[in-house]
């Protein structure tokens, strides 16, 4: 895949009926894997090819909790060539990083959700790929597990 399509392909500029199509053939499980990497302006993003989403920003704090957990890990500041993996599940994991706690959804987007990392005591907006993709509705507890890459 060329940078151009990374950089201009997402889940969010397909149509409506293309969202909906994916939606009902996403896999309905617990735990989700992704690997998250970092870009250059400090967000975090994920691919998801087998999902149509490419690019999918972290954002509203979450790329703050990530940055945290990355220098945790690794004893250094994330960067651009920072990469981890990242697993979110509805069910507890036996080797959870930590767990966060659903808090409200988003007034502006009823379908994006706020939680509360339960380690840090942060409060991170996620995105309505939660709700349109993984879980519906938005489950009350989520469990993640963190690991270097890069």
Same mark, same amino acid.
């Given at each position: 895949?060329?940078?151009?399509?990374?950089?201009?392909?997402?889940?969010?500029?397909?149509?409506? +009926?293309? $969202?909906?199509?994916? $939606?009902?053939?996403? /896999?309905?499980?617990?735990?989700? %894997?992704?690997?998250?990497?970092?870009?250059? %302006?400090?967000?975090?993003?994920?691919?998801?090819? +087998?999902?149509?989403?490419?690019?999918?920003?972290?954002?509203?704090?979450?790329?703050?909790?990530?940055?945290?957990?990355?220098?945790?890990?690794?004893?250094?500041? /994330?960067?651009?060539?920072?990469?981890?993996?990242?697993?979110?599940? $509805?069910?507890?994991?036996?080797?959870?990083?930590?767990?966060?706690?659903?808090?409200?959804?988003?007034?502006?987007?009823?379908?994006?959700?706020?939680?509360?990392? %339960?380690?840090?005591?942060?409060?991170?907006?996620?995105? /309505?790929?939660?709700?349109?993709?993984?879980? +519906?509705?938005?489950?009350?507890?989520?469990?993640?597990?963190?690991?270097?890459?890069?």
């Amino acid at each position: 895949m060329t940078q151009t399509l990374l950089a201009n392909t997402s889940y969010w500029s397909l149509s409506q +009926d293309e $969202r909906n199509e994916i $939606r009902a053939t996403a /896999p309905d499980q617990d735990a989700w %894997d992704f690997e998250v990497y970092r870009l250059k %302006d400090g967000y975090w993003a994920f691919d998801r090819s +087998d999902l149509k989403t490419y690019r999918e920003l972290l954002i509203g704090n979450t790329e703050t909790v990530l940055d945290t957990f990355y220098s945790q890990l690794s004893e250094c500041p /994330p960067d651009e060539y920072s990469r981890m993996s990242m697993t979110v599940s $509805r069910k507890p994991l036996a080797d959870q990083t930590t767990s966060c706690t659903y808090v409200r959804p988003c007034p502006a987007n009823p379908n994006a959700s706020f939680y509360r990392d %339960d380690t840090l005591g942060e409060e991170f907006y996620l995105c /309505p790929w939660l709700t349109q993709v993984m879980y +519906d509705p938005a489950p009350q507890k989520l469990y993640v597990h963190l690991s270097l890459i890069s």
